[in-house]
């Protein structure tokens, strides 16, 4: 049965721990978690608020990237795309990784294609300066508006490349969705699918509506008021 995270506490033991932040990409694992059913809490932790476990989550994953999971055993596992797998692996009734060997074999693609493609864009826009030795902040817009414009083309091709059927993983929403309709939600690809990619764009708002990822991303990107 899920649970939201406030419902879990006590030691790795009890389940797993999910280090994150409102509206990031934890909120992918949260999801994933939710739909296998799989006890969790999560520790309120980025590189970027201080005022959060950035101590703990250091210690866990040096790169300091969420989301960071520490599984019921104490195991460490980071990425996104392998979190999903994982929960997958472990939790085949949940159908997060397909019916069938050809279904699953495209869903760890497509995990890989967005975590390779789509997903690294989002650290470099936010953090051009990492990416270049200049100190030129034109240099820097043009890293940013040069990256943006790649990450929108990635995101064409993936819609091109993995046409619903009628979910992106198959017969039931799956990894493959939980993945893309969170990662999408940055750096202005869901206006740039909106033009360009419409039925795309209308898939992964029907994505957003299910009611396991309406409810986190209500979580982590309240409504306006």
């Known amino acids: ?7 879990h506490a006590g030691s790795p033991a009890d389940g797993y721990v999910l280090y994150g932040t409102q509206g990031s990409g934890s909120a992918i694992v949260e999801i994933g978690l939710q739909r296998c059913g799989a006890p969790f809490r999560v520790v309120h932790a980025s590189s970027w608020e201080d005022r959060s476990a950035q101590d703990e989550l250091r210690a866990l994953n040096p790169l300091m990237q969420i989301p960071t ?4 055993e104490g195991a460490v596992l980071t990425e ?3 979190i999903l797998m ?3 692996l472990r939790f085949p009734q949940a159908g997060l990784l397909g019916d069938n060997d050809p279904r699953r074999d495209q869903i760890l693609r497509g995990l890989v294609y967005i975590a390779a493609n789509c997903y690294s864009c989002i650290s470099v826009i936010d953090y051009p300066r990492r990416y270049t030795t200049s100190e030129d ?16 083309r990635h995101w064409e091709l993936f819609a091109d490349m993995f046409p619903p059927s009628p979910w992106l993983s198959g017969a039931q929403p799956g990894a493959l969705d939980l993945m893309a309709v969170i990662v999408s939600k ?3 690809s869901r206006p740039h699918l909106e033009q360009h990619r419409p039925e795309f764009f209308a898939l992964l708002k029907r994505i957003e509506a ?3 990822v309406a409810d986190v991303c209500a979580r982590h990107w309240p409504p306006a008021r």
């Not at 049965?1 to 419902?7: G, H, K, N, T």
């Not at 999971?69 to 019921?72: F, I, K, V, Y």
């Not at 902040?137 to 929108?152: E, N, P, Y």
Request: glycine content about 10%; proline content about 8%; overall charge positive.
């Open 1 to 7: 049965m899920s649970a939201s995270p406030q419902d």
């Open 69 to 72: 999971l520490r599984t019921p």
């Open 80 to 82: 996104s795309g392998a």
């Open 86 to 88: 994982h929960l997958g």
């Open 137 to 152: 902040q034109a240099q820097h817009q043009a890293i940013v508006l040069g990256t943006k414009s790649r990450l929108h």
């Open 186 to 188: 940055w750096s202005g």
């Open 210 to 212: 299910l009611p396991e």
